[in-house]
């Protein structure tokens, strides 16, 4: 095999043959670093070569409705919450990648799953960042069976594939792929080009023997995988870890599954004996005060197939100095837009202001129908006027001030009666066509009619209380 120097996008993977300052692939700057790789010789099949193709080669088109459709074999982890998150249990020859800050509980959790996967199945537990003995004292700290797990610390991928030939295992766990090598190139662990190709190797390994390859995968700074982005495309399933190591709950999303629902979330709780599954997780991130305060209301969120209640909070404070904008669960440019759409068309500039934005819990939202929550939040804090611990509201803000409908409303409705929630603010367009018993619907179709209705209607009842 002839070597070759190549510079390789530590981004996407891209190969250019010079150095060049931007990836026209990925789009990112200074993301090339010069990397030596060994290429098999190319041989060209010149003789019988037609019109057609290559000599003796023949290729098999089929009508699509003539394909077999083959059902999907799936096995359960034995922890409901994973399985939800999978669409189900792992498929037979799946491979999933998951990723997630380091401590925030990777290991535990598949090795809660090893344990419970291998009571019915085989399983081998393959780690490279950790050793055989670091593996059996956290086993036996969370409580989990010794004796039907396999376990094998291994990074060279060559001899990972001879011992998955030989043991026939159901299940394999890699962790992780940062740590894996394979011979075929000569660069270090954990560089784009090794990672790359033995996720590559590994993968077709996992489709040809049906098996269940679940591989553990760090994560940059910003969040993302690293390694390249081709990574995420190979495998069926990524998965991200998301919560704070000094959070108690910890929550799992999917944002790409081939067998299963985009953006599922699951949720854990992390205790002593390992991370154990919240069944119920709609009412976990509301954590309130015995009254009502200011700048704080419940937004009925969606993640996934269920319905969550989340509590969001907000500070908005005059400052003498430039204002800041502190976010926590929240994309910071959506928050500016929302800002400058309530100073355009309800004439409330909180701009100059200072605003401190929390999601309670750690959550992350995503969707857009937080804004309707997180601008009557800011303007609860700005007026000092605490809004009803019984009301939510969701719904999403337009560049014309127009309140817009929401996917699945009449859930968040159901979910918020269901939670004893007296009051809910939704978009007109979701309106209920019948009145729901136990609690009162407004129906807004602007931002300033939702203002109105919202603080106009906490006035009275203040009066009436008074």
């Known amino acids: 095999m002839a070597k070759s120097t190549v510079y390789v996008c530590s981004d996407c993977g891209k190969e250019e043959d010079k150095w060049t300052g931007q990836c026209i692939q990925c789009g990112e700057y200074n993301s090339f670093s010069k990397t030596t790789v060994e290429r098999k010789a ?33 096995c359960s982890t034995g922890i409901g ?67 039907r797990l396999d376990v094998m610390a291994e990074t ?54 049906d098996i269940s390859l679940i591989v553990v995968c760090h994560v940059t700074k910003e969040g993302a995988l690293a390694g ?78 269920r319905p969550f209640l989340v509590e969001v909070q907000a500070l908005v404070s005059k400052t003498p100095n430039a204002p800041r904008q502190l976010i926590s669960g929240l994309e910071h440019n959506r928050l500016s837009l929302m800002l400058t759409i309530l100073k355009e068309h309800a004439k409330v500039d909180i701009l100059e202001h200072g605003v401190y934005l929390n999601i309670i819990g750690g959550l992350k939202i995503t969707e857009t129908a937080s804004d309707l929550a997180v601008l009557l939040a800011c303007v609860s804090s700005l007026k000092n006027q605490p809004l009803p611990h019984d009301m939510a509201v969701f719904g999403e803000v337009g560049l014309s001030g127009e309140i817009r409908s929401v996917p699945h409303a009449q859930e968040r409705i159901k979910e918020a009666q269901k939670n004893g929630f007296k009051t809910i603010v939704v978009p007109k367009v979701n309106q209920p066509k019948q009145s729901i018993d136990s609690i009162k619907v407004i129906a807004v179709e602007y931002l300033y009619q939702a203002l109105q209705a919202v603080f106009e209607q906490n006035s009275e009842e203040l009066r009436q209380v008074g």
Request: aromatic share 4%; hydrophobic share 40%.
């Open 228 to 305: 390249p982005k081709v990574l995420e495309h190979m495998v069926d399933c990524v998965l991200y870890f998301e919560g704070q190591t000094d959070l108690q709950y910890r929550m799992i999303r999917a944002v790409k599954n081939r067998f299963g629902v985009v953006n599922e979330l699951s949720v854990f709780d992390m205790t002593n004996q390992g991370l154990k599954e919240v069944i119920k997780p709609a009412m976990i991130f509301l954590d309130r005060y015995g009254e009502a305060v200011a700048g704080s209301i419940v937004m009925v969120g969606r993640n996934g197939v």
């Open 156 to 209: 060279n991928v060559e001899r990972i594939c001879e011992t998955l030939m030989e043991q026939k295992s159901a299940v394999v766990i890699l962790d992780s792929i940062q740590t894996l090598y394979t011979e075929s190139i000569e660069s270090a662990s954990g560089s784009v080009a090794q990672i790359k190709e033995s996720a590559s190797i590994l993968t077709k390994l996992a489709k040809h023997s």
């Open 42 to 74: 190319q041989h060209r099949a010149t003789a019988g070569l037609s019109h057609s193709g290559y000599a003796g080669q023949q290729h098999h088109i089929t009508k699509l409705n003539a394909v077999q459709l083959s059902q999907e074999i799936r």
């Open 81 to 147: 919450e994973f399985d939800r998150v999978l669409g189900g249990g792992l498929v037979t020859g799946s491979v999933v990648l998951i990723g997630g800050d380091p401590g925030i509980g990777k290991s535990t959790l598949l090795l809660q799953t090893a344990t419970h996967i291998a009571e019915n199945q085989s399983v081998l537990y393959i780690t490279g960042e950790e050793s055989l003995s670091q593996v059996a004292m956290r086993a036996k700290r969370l409580g989990l069976p010794l004796d």
